[in-house]
């Protein structure tokens, strides 16, 4: 198997650690387009946080091997794509970067090379999307002369314990003998074991439904969270207590925004009605997941009116913009929602997230992001991450006793100084 050498296509929060794991066994090229992110991780640094620079630094000084020139993959037979698979503005399925980065494979696949795609896609798009776009490139033919496997992502981002090769790693391939080599290649790397799926488009299944059950769960939950508003009952108190049962499913109320749990339902739902059926509980899902920072605004505007009278020249903080609390990835997040609807109500709004770029969210946001807190009183404080780090934080040097507000959207903070929970 050490005949292998691996090209890894695109360096994000899976890509690395796909690489770094694999160079402990095989020659690893791993290629991005980002020149500065290339120059960042070859000084060590990887800025989303997964890898330490230590863990870095020796897979560099072993096997692998970081560039942005593309001819660095050309002598690689196999080739692993784990690009981003977002969605466009209308909630559809954009392939644009699993179209370039299986274009650029094309240029150089061999014959009896394999190409293994990790990106999160609906059932059926590696033999019906990208392997034609292998194939024209190429000139070479599919199960002939080259071969495809598809093995999902299951990487948590800002996970520590629930790292790449801790996790079971569903494999598949387009033929027996090249899904039992899938599995093999795998399975010298991944301590938890392998599963190997007895078909490509089985185990692009697998993969969307985990998002898409995920999503679902904590819709059902977000509606509770809105039903029992309307009762005056904690929800966090009803979980806590049904909780008690050995097979309830503790999922908790919050804002779902991410590049995984917000994005995947759509590939799904795109599918399905392509094919001629509607899905209703995956897209109500959806729905309801995607109006809870609106919600959470409405909430929060309700409980200042009742404390203040007036909306007028009011100040709010907001603690926490990722999409998740411990790590700096904030693609997706519905933070912004919170902040906009709050802002249109000619609220101040001061967010505060020590883990952000706060360049790199100005640029995709046009929200300034905040990494000291400020020396003032607050209306208002909304926690919507939580970070560890906000644990250190004195609410009450930042309120005022008796007409703040402190909402706590993740059950995160003392309750004696919650006015509310989510």
Same mark, same amino acid.
């Given at each position: 198997?050490?005949?292998?050498?691996?090209?890894?296509?695109?360096?994000?929060?899976?890509? @690395?650690?796909?690489?770094?794991?694999?160079?402990?066994?095989?020659?690893? *090229?791993?290629?991005?387009?980002?020149?500065?992110? *290339?120059?960042?991780?070859?000084?060590?640094?990887?800025?989303?946080?997964?890898?330490?620079?230590?863990?870095?630094?020796?897979?560099?000084?072993?096997?692998?091997?970081?560039?942005?020139?593309?001819?660095?993959?050309?002598?690689?037979?196999?080739?692993?794509?784990?690009?981003?698979?977002?969605?466009?503005?209308?909630?559809?399925?954009?392939?644009?970067?699993?179209?370039?980065?299986?274009?650029?494979?094309?240029?150089?696949?061999?014959?009896?090379?394999?190409?293994?795609?990790?990106?999160?896609?609906?059932?059926?798009?590696?033999?019906?999307?990208?392997?034609?776009?292998?194939?024209?490139?190429?000139?070479?033919?599919?199960?002939?002369?080259?071969?495809?496997?598809?093995?999902?992502?299951?990487?948590?981002?800002?996970?520590?314990?629930?790292?790449?090769?801790?996790?079971?790693?569903?494999?598949?391939?387009?033929?027996?003998?090249?899904?039992?080599?899938?599995?093999?290649?795998?399975?010298?790397?991944?301590?938890?074991?392998?599963?190997?799926?007895?078909? *490509?488009?089985?185990?692009?299944?697998?993969?969307?439904?985990?998002?898409?059950?995920?999503?679902?769960?904590?819709?059902?939950?977000?509606?509770?969270?809105?039903?029992?508003?309307?009762?005056?009952?904690?929800?966090?108190?009803?979980?806590?207590?049904?909780?008690?049962?050995?097979?309830?499913?503790?999922?908790?109320?919050?804002?779902?925004?991410?590049?995984?749990?917000?994005?995947?339902?759509?590939?799904?739902?795109?599918?399905?009605?392509?094919?001629?059926?509607?899905?209703?509980?995956?897209?109500?899902?959806?729905?309801?997941?995607?109006?809870?920072?609106?919600?959470?605004?409405?909430?929060? @505007?309700?409980?200042?009116?009742?404390?203040?009278?007036?909306?007028?020249?009011?100040?709010? @903080?907001?603690?926490?913009?990722?999409?998740?609390?411990?790590?700096?990835?904030?693609?997706?997040?519905?933070?912004?929602?919170?902040?906009?609807?709050?802002?249109?109500?000619?609220?101040?709004?001061?967010?505060?997230?020590?883990?952000?770029?706060?360049?790199?969210?100005?640029?995709?946001?046009?929200?300034?992001?905040?990494?000291?807190?400020?020396?003032?009183?607050?209306?208002?404080?909304?926690?919507?991450?939580?970070?560890?780090?906000?644990?250190? *934080?004195?609410?009450?040097?930042?309120?005022?006793?008796?007409?703040?507000?402190?909402?706590?959207?993740?059950?995160?903070?003392?309750?004696?100084?919650?006015?509310?929970?989510?």
């Amino acid at each position: 198997m050490n005949k292998y050498k691996i090209a890894v296509i695109g360096l994000g929060y899976v890509g @690395l650690p796909v690489s770094v794991l694999f160079s402990t066994k095989y020659k690893v *090229i791993g290629y991005d387009i980002d020149v500065e992110r *290339i120059k960042s991780l070859n000084n060590f640094n990887d800025t989303t946080e997964e890898l330490s620079s230590k863990d870095i630094k020796t897979a560099l000084n072993k096997n692998l091997l970081l560039s942005n020139d593309r001819d660095s993959i050309s002598d690689c037979n196999i080739f692993i794509i784990t690009v981003p698979t977002p969605i466009d503005k209308n909630k559809k399925p954009d392939l644009s970067l699993l179209y370039s980065a299986s274009k650029l494979v094309g240029e150089y696949l061999k014959a009896g090379d394999i190409v293994i795609y990790e990106s999160t896609v609906y059932p059926g798009c590696t033999e019906e999307f990208c392997v034609p776009v292998l194939e024209k490139v190429s000139n070479l033919k599919y199960n002939d002369d080259f071969y495809c496997g598809y093995s999902p992502e299951r990487i948590n981002p800002g996970d520590k314990n629930h790292t790449i090769e801790k996790i079971t790693k569903v494999t598949s391939g387009s033929t027996i003998d090249i899904a039992k080599k899938i599995d093999s290649l795998y399975s010298s790397v991944i301590k938890a074991g392998t599963y190997m799926a007895s078909s *490509i488009k089985v185990a692009e299944a697998a993969k969307v439904i985990e998002n898409s059950q995920r999503d679902i769960n904590i819709a059902f939950i977000n509606e509770l969270s809105r039903i029992f508003n309307n009762m005056e009952i904690d929800t966090n108190e009803v979980l806590d207590a049904a909780s008690t049962k050995w097979n309830f499913l503790n999922f908790r109320p919050g804002l779902v925004g991410g590049h995984c749990i917000g994005v995947d339902p759509f590939y799904l739902a795109d599918k399905s009605i392509s094919l001629g059926y509607n899905p209703k509980v995956i897209l109500a899902g959806r729905e309801i997941n995607d109006s809870m920072g609106s919600f959470v605004a409405d909430d929060v @505007l309700e409980l200042l009116r009742k404390s203040n009278k007036q909306l007028k020249q009011l100040k709010v @903080l907001v603690l926490g913009v990722t999409f998740k609390e411990n790590c700096p990835d904030y693609r997706n997040t519905k933070v912004v929602d919170v902040i906009s609807k709050l802002k249109e109500n000619l609220l101040e709004v001061d967010a505060y997230d020590p883990w952000v770029n706060s360049v790199s969210f100005y640029e995709d946001y046009k929200l300034k992001i905040l990494n000291k807190i400020p020396d003032k009183i607050y209306n208002a404080v909304i926690l919507a991450v939580a970070h560890d780090s906000f644990k250190n *934080i004195d609410i009450n040097k930042i309120t005022s006793d008796g007409s703040s507000v402190v909402y706590d959207i993740k059950g995160f903070l003392d309750k004696k100084i919650v006015t509310k929970r989510l």
